[in-house]
């Protein structure tokens, strides 16, 4: 799996397996509720005891804000 950012405020995790739709698409939002840019996305994965391969996702947007 891959991730991508845009100008359209959203970010998008695909999959090199289903090539021709994404497996999720997570929109970003201003404090007022209002679309923002994306202009920077990174994930990290961690573990617990309970499951494993969760991913905190963050994505850096043109208002300042930093969202995760």
Known sequence: EFMTCADDGTV???S??????HV????TKSEQGKKTATTTCTYNTYHTHVTQNE????AGCDDGSIQI
């Not at 991913?55 to 963050?58: G, M, R, S």
């Open 16 to 21: 090199l397996i289903r090539r021709t739709e």
């Open 55 to 58: 991913y905190l996702i963050t």
């Open 24 to 27: 999720s698409c997570i929109k």
């Open 12 to 14: 998008r995790l695909w």
